[in-house]
């Protein structure tokens, strides 16, 4: 009888629509302490981090800036907040 290990799978949840799904599937959104935000491609960067579902229609779909500053617990500057749509937006458009 050979008893494999299960993998342990981290789930997070999208600040958009509120589902939990694996981490894998998920673009993150960092706060660094130096205050900046942007996306975070490796999903390992330090600071205060969002999760937004990669592949689905939350990326599609308007980000509301007073969810994603609730989550990072931060005000954003109107550069910051126009930068990170243009992210968002240029990963909607290579999803589709």
């Given at each position: ?12 949840t ?14 993150r959104i ?28 939350c990326?599609?779909?308007p980000?509301?800036?007073?969810k ?11 550069d ?10 240029a ?6």
């Amino acid at each position: 009888m050979s008893s494999k290990r299960v993998r342990h799978v981290p789930f997070r949840t999208c600040v958009a629509c509120g589902k939990k799904t694996a981490k894998s599937d998920l673009v993150r959104i960092a706060a660094s302490p130096s205050g900046s935000v942007a996306m975070d491609e490796s999903g390992k960067a330090s600071g205060r981090g969002a999760y937004l579902c990669s592949g689905g229609d939350c990326v599609q779909e308007p980000l509301r800036r007073g969810k994603l500053e609730f989550a990072m617990r931060r005000k954003m500057s109107d550069d910051a907040w126009s930068r990170l749509r243009a992210s968002v937006e240029a990963l909607a458009s290579a999803e589709r």
